[in-house]
Structures are given as structure tokens and as C-alpha cells.
């Protein structure tokens, strides 16, 4: 077992309009694509998102051309499997992406959605020696409902061609894997139809590394695509008999750099505290990106402020661009990156509501009933429950603090908590 996994290189992009982003992301794929044919990878899953835009340019195809016919070159051998993930779909008036074209000039194998024999998703597979390759292109809001058919397609495979080492590539979000919840994520316990199926579930779509109970990978784009991703490791699987090991190659350097303006009176004090503020980044490599966030109360007019004199001081690192945020915001609600570093989504938002809580000495004492309450709430909105039944839920919370009723003592009227289930088993 020799393989590499990777995901989400977004061939094309033009991040800040920069000829060098576009470059540094063509860089990312030839660098996975180099460390294969070092290794002697047998084949490389790409699991959606090769390219940035559905529609793309002869340069960002000639990046893809160039880059995997060295591969071709150097060791034809390893094979490229791939999925379209939601950038690489075709427009329905071209009726062919640009992943089909790769396809057809044998650059790649691309697995695509073919009955074979009624078998509706899973009929168009790769078998090697010892591994059965499955795939699927990213499917939106049908994912969850075609799970089920996508383990029974593939337990029936298996089932006629004998077991081997399963791998399906897919393209979606797991839930609370990302700090905000985005649609068409997909709860771990509806994955577990393809847990006695599939020995590796190789995900694509969210740009950050993530694995889950042993048997799902997610490993990532390597360039940073969006600064909401600041912090996030991020790289490509490398897959051996020895087991599963993330290759972090180098990229970009991104540095956010935080200063918070609620002391600062006047224009000339946020110079000034800019100024001490950027002495101590004494590690920022030139060519970085850098993002200036000022945030915290602001005591004077917005536009008072000099943004370009600010931007000049930052030159002075001479970064490939910088750019100056400003979020007129409480410092206390404003949580460090270093502070939710690995933590998960429903680990934040009890960060983020216990410290809310402790603010107001009246609550302390009830914080933990509080927070359950709070984030019981929060699922019931999401999941698109109806405002009486919320409203339900609070009031008893509320009638709880009330009487110092104890969770061990927790009579709640089955109603609110009934619907919520009923209702998720629908989504």
C-alpha cells in the first residue's frame, strides 16, 4: 500500500487579483505531484476541487496539462483518480467539464456517476491488485439521502468481485468540523452505513486537515484560499502499509497580526500602538500575507483613520499584500485563534457562551444549565424546528433555575426535545 491523498488545489485562482497567487497554487499541485514520484506512489486521489472555477482559462489548463503530464513523464505507472467537487462541475450548457477533457487525453481517470448493471452511483469503479476504488462528485444537498444506496451499491460490489481494500472519494463538509455551521453538512452518524464498506473515506471541500475514528480523511487544500482559514493545518495524505501520514509542504506565509484599539483616544495613539504593536513581529518572512485586524471599541470616526499611512508601516515587511481590517467590536467577545486551535464547533460555542455568561454574576451559579439550554436552543433553530416548540424549550429551562431543579431530577415535558429528533431523522 503506497498512495497519496489530496484535495482541494484550486488551479486558477487569482486570490487578490495577485499573477502570484495564481502561481503559488499550480506550485501546491506540482509539489504533491513531486513528492508522489519520489516515493513511487502507486496511484493519487484527488477528491474534488482540482480547479477554482467551473469555467477556467487556457493558462490555469495549461498548469493542470504541464504538471500531470510530468507525472506521466517521470512515472507512468502512478495513476491519478479524481472527483468533480462542487468548483469542477460542468456548466449544463457545456455538457463536459474540464476534469472529462483531462479524462479523455488519459492525464487522469476520472470517476464519474454510471449505471452498470443497476448499479446507479458505484458502477464506475477502479480495481487494482489489492484496492477497489469508488467515487462520487460532489452531490450537493442529495448527499446524506444517497448515502444509504451508495453502501448498499458497494457492499453488493464487493459482494460479487470479492473483498479488497475499499477506498470511496466523496466531496462534502463533515458537521462541526468548522467554526460556523455551512448547508449540506453531514453528521458523523450518517456515515456509519459505509463504515463496514469503505476502509477509507477520502474527503474533499473543507480546506483544513481533519481525520475521524480511524477511517475518514480530509486533508485540506495546501494554499491558504480564504483568511477564515488562518491557523488551520492543512497538506495531503501520504498512505503506506505503516499507516496514514499528513505531508504539510510548504506554502505561502500568512500572518495575522491582532491590535486592540479600545484604549487608543485619537488617530495618532493607534499609529503609535500600531507601530509597538508590529516591533515585536520580528518573524514575518517577506512575500507573506499579512492581515492587520484592529478591533476593540473605536473612540473617534472610522474615517478619521489613515489607512494608507497604516499599510505604508506594514510595507515595511515587505509582504506580497497586506490588508487592514477593522471590526468595531467588544475586545471581550474577540477570541484568539491560539484559544479554539483544535477545539470542535460545539467546544467553541460553549467557550464562547460560558464566557458570555460569567460576565453577569447573576447567572454563575447555573452556568452549566445555562450553556446546555443555550446550545439546545441554538440545535432547534437550526434544524428548522418551529418557535413555540423553542419557546417551550426555554421556559422550562427557565422554570429549572426557578425551582433548582437538577439535571438527575430533569422532568421535562417530552414535547420540544421528541420534535427535534423527529425532525432531524427527516433532514
Known sequence: MNFIHA????????????????????RSFLSVIEYAIDHKAEFILISGDLFHKRNINAPTYEQAYKVLSLLKEKSPR?????????????????GKSWLEVLN???LLRLIRLKNDRGVELMGDHVELDNVRIFGVRYLGSATASAIPLISEEIRKINSEHGEKYSILMMHFGMSGQIKQEAPGEIPYNSLLLLKDVVNYLALGHYHMNYEVDGWIFNPGSIEMIAMNEYGLQKGFYHV?????KLVTPAARPVRRIKFDMSAVQTPDELYTGIGSRLENERTVQPGSIIELLLYGEMNFPKSDVNL????????????????IKIIKSSAQYMLNEGDVRGLTREQIEQRVFSDRIKLDGRYRDHADEIIKTMIEVKKMGTAGIEANDILKELRWGFEKLKSGVSDKDDKKPPQ???TLLSKMEEM
Open 78 to 94: 502512478t495513476g491519478v483518480y479524481a472527483i468533480e467537487g462542487n468548483h469542477d462541475l460542468a456548466y449544463h450548457q457545456d
Open 416 to 418: 420540544p426535545r421528541q
Open 240 to 244: 503506506t502499509d505503516s499507516g496514514v
Open 7 to 26: 484535495s482541494d488545489f484550486h488551479l486558477g485562482y487569482y486570490q487578490y487579483g495577485l499573477e502570484e497567487r495564481f502561481r503559488d497554487y499550480a
Open 308 to 323: 494608507e499611512r497604516i499599510k505604508g508601516m506594514l510595507e515595511e515587511f515587505k509582504p506580497l499584500y497586506s490588508e
Open 104 to 106: 479523455s487525453q488519459g
